[in-house]
């Protein structure tokens, strides 16, 4: 078991986490701020979009450059797994992050995050590596 990468794993993705969170509770807060024209007008609708696609965009690239960086190859089942698991997520808690001073419960962060780190601690290539007979370096 390679507990550095585990280790770098955990670290990445807590630290998307928080960008994402902290991305969503800015953009919202933003969103909340933009004044109706109208009092059945749909103001902040655009600032919103933008909000939900932006931390949508930006957990993937979160964790690949995060791991990237770190000297970690073959992180694909985090960026694939991990980012759907963000959408659903941050769609489930949106409300909750969509007031002032609002988050999403911690439980929610903490099990994400170890999910996250679970995906990207498995190395799917020292499974071939195994079977080829070579040893990891």
């Not at 909750?96 to 190395?123: E, Q, S």
Request: net charge negative.
């Amino acid at each position: 078991m390679d507990y550095v990468r585990i280790l770098k794993a955990a670290v990445v993705t807590a630290i998307s986490t928080a960008a994402g969170h902290l991305t969503m509770s800015a953009g919202f807060a933003w969103a909340r701020g933009q004044e109706p024209d109208h009092p059945d007008d749909w103001s902040g609708l655009p600032e919103f979009g933008a909000t939900v696609l932006a931390t949508w965009i930006l957990m993937p690239l979160a964790l690949w450059i995060g791991m990237r960086v770190l000297g970690e190859r073959r992180t694909w089942l985090q960026i694939l797994l991990g980012t759907p698991l963000w959408v659903g997520v941050s769609s489930v808690y949106i409300d909750d992050v969509d007031r002032p001073g609002g988050l999403m419960p911690i439980p929610v962060l903490v099990a994400f995050v170890l999910t996250g780190t679970l995906l990207g601690a498995y190395d799917l290539g020292s499974a071939h590596d195994d079977e080829a007979g070579t040893e990891r370096a």
